[in-house]
């Protein structure tokens, strides 16, 4: 698929607006850490990882700004600062954000400290999001390759949400064991959640299959029931916004009754994350802070108004799937099987400096 993301090195970021796929491609072109931090809470750009590199390239277009702008270092650091608060608060539940975001702003404030220029510093933390983005690729691949053992040669997979190269910095994680498996010569199809309210299974998971030539059939969420149910579907795999330390894993709306689904019909149940997206400070998933969105992203479709006025509409973004729900976990430091504080805690301890 072709890339989504693109740093011109010139002081822009553009992102494919998602918000238009399938119909229009346009790239919106951000030109600040403030207007990338838009970007990603109005969905131009969305998925953990794909906000995540977005923001870090959000931080080398802050500190490119701040290298010009600020006469001192202490006022670069204080500036680099507050736009990484705006990058890291633009969205709650996606840890890849803030974790992108602490990193490059943990290198500029230590060159500042240690006494570089800020222009080097700019240049340093523009190479550190390249890297990034580059690491999230390769970490997607090697996810892929993980979870792809996992598939059978020809398997009818459904999934939630997108959680492809659109979600990432590209191949993806839940598609990328979609495409790793094809890559390994086997056959999967896969049956797409249109995922309410924004319909990304539909607009976007479909979409991007499509381009390179998968198989894809997008069905309603609400037909996931009885499609498992008919024992058409071999395995079910989904991306994660952030995983707790007991593996408890929040994901789009609607994940969490597709876990019981899975569960009540004997189908395995796989979630597919960079270890980006794990966060060591939970213990379990009742600390993950749930985003809640406009109402309106349910009371409207576009222009049309589609409940009678007055009536309120709940739109949480995403919700928590308990980690014995998970058959299991494909990172790209291998597979985690059973999923609990026991298997989790010691991926987590192996990857401690
Ligand atoms: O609200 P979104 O579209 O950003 O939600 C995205 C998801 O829930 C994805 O499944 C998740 O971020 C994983 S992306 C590899």
Same mark, same amino acid.
């Given at each position: 698929?072709?890339?989504?993301?693109?740093?011109?090195?010139?002081?822009?970021?553009?992102?494919? *607006?998602?918000?238009?796929?399938?119909?229009?491609?346009?790239?919106?072109?951000?030109?600040?850490?403030?207007?990338?931090?838009?970007?990603?809470?109005?969905?131009?750009?969305?998925?953990? $990882?794909?906000?995540?590199?977005?923001?870090?390239?959000?931080?080398?277009?802050?500190?490119?700004?701040?290298?010009?702008?600020?006469?001192?270092?202490? *006022?670069?650091?204080?500036?680099?600062?507050?736009?990484?608060?705006?990058?890291?608060?633009?969205?709650?539940?996606?840890?890849?954000?803030?974790?992108?975001?602490?990193?490059?702003?943990?290198?500029?404030?230590?060159?500042?400290?240690?006494?570089?220029?800020?222009?080097?510093?700019?240049?340093?933390?523009?190479?550190?999001?390249?890297?990034?983005?580059?690491?999230?690729?390769?970490?997607?691949?090697?996810?892929?390759?993980?979870?792809?053992?996992?598939?059978?040669?020809?398997?009818?997979?459904?999934?939630?949400?997108?959680?492809?190269?659109?979600?990432?910095?590209?191949?993806?994680?839940?598609?990328?064991?979609?495409?790793?498996?094809?890559?390994?010569?086997?056959?999967?199809?896969?049956?797409?959640?249109?995922?309410?309210?924004?319909?990304?299974?539909?607009?976007?998971?479909?979409?991007?299959?499509?381009? *390179?030539?998968?198989?894809?059939?997008?069905?309603? /969420?609400?037909?996931?029931?009885?499609?498992?149910?008919?024992?058409?579907?071999?395995?079910?795999?989904?991306?994660?916004?952030?995983?707790?330390?007991?593996? *408890?894993?929040?994901?789009?709306?609607?994940?969490?009754?597709?876990?019981?689904?899975?569960?009540?019909?004997?189908? $395995?149940?796989?979630?597919?994350? $960079?270890?980006?997206?794990?966060?060591? /400070?939970?213990?379990?998933?009742?600390?993950?802070?749930?985003?809640?969105?406009?109402?309106?992203?349910?009371?409207?479709?576009?222009?049309?108004?589609?409940?009678?006025?007055?009536?309120?509409?709940?739109?949480?973004?995403?919700?928590?799937? $308990?980690?014995?729900?998970?058959?299991?976990?494909?990172?790209?430091?291998?597979?985690?099987?059973?999923?609990?504080?026991?298997?989790?805690?010691?991926?987590?301890?192996?990857?401690?400096?």
């Amino acid at each position: 698929m072709r890339a989504h993301i693109r740093w011109t090195g010139r002081g822009c970021l553009e992102l494919l *607006d998602q918000r238009l796929l399938p119909s229009e491609i346009v790239f919106k072109e951000c030109r600040s850490a403030s207007e990338v931090a838009s970007a990603i809470r109005d969905m131009v750009v969305r998925g953990a $990882p794909a906000i995540g590199v977005s923001a870090a390239y959000g931080m080398a277009l802050a500190a490119r700004a701040a290298s010009v702008s600020c006469a001192n270092r202490r *006022d670069f650091r204080r500036q680099m600062t507050s736009e990484a608060e705006v990058l890291a608060s633009a969205r709650p539940t996606a840890v890849n954000l803030r974790w992108a975001v602490d990193r490059l702003l943990r290198l500029a404030t230590d060159l500042a400290k240690n006494g570089a220029d800020p222009e080097d510093v700019a240049a340093s933390v523009e190479e550190e999001a390249v890297q990034i983005h580059r690491d999230d690729v390769s970490a997607c691949k090697a996810i892929g390759k993980i979870g792809a053992a996992f598939v059978p040669k020809k398997a009818s997979i459904l999934t939630h949400c997108n959680a492809g190269a659109l979600a990432t910095g590209g191949f993806g994680t839940a598609l990328g064991v979609v495409r790793a498996a094809r890559e390994a010569g086997k056959n999967p199809r896969v049956f797409a959640d249109e995922t309410r309210p924004f319909m990304q299974g539909a607009r976007l998971t479909a979409w991007e299959l499509q381009e *390179d030539d998968i198989p894809v059939t997008v069905i309603c /969420e609400s037909a996931a029931a009885s499609l498992l149910a008919s024992g058409k579907i071999d395995l079910v795999v989904v991306g994660a916004d952030r995983i707790a330390s007991n593996g *408890d894993t929040a994901n789009k709306i609607g994940t969490y009754p597709l876990a019981v689904l899975a569960h009540r019909h004997g189908v $395995p149940f796989y979630v597919a994350a $960079p270890l980006s997206t794990f966060d060591p /400070e939970l213990r379990d998933g009742s600390g993950i802070p749930i985003e809640m969105r406009s109402s309106q992203e349910i009371l409207k479709w576009g222009d049309r108004v589609l409940v009678p006025a007055g009536v309120e509409a709940l739109n949480p973004a995403f919700d928590v799937t $308990p980690h014995e729900l998970i058959t299991a976990l494909f990172t790209e430091a291998g597979a985690v099987k059973p999923v609990d504080a026991g298997t989790v805690g010691d991926l987590l301890a192996r990857l401690r400096p």
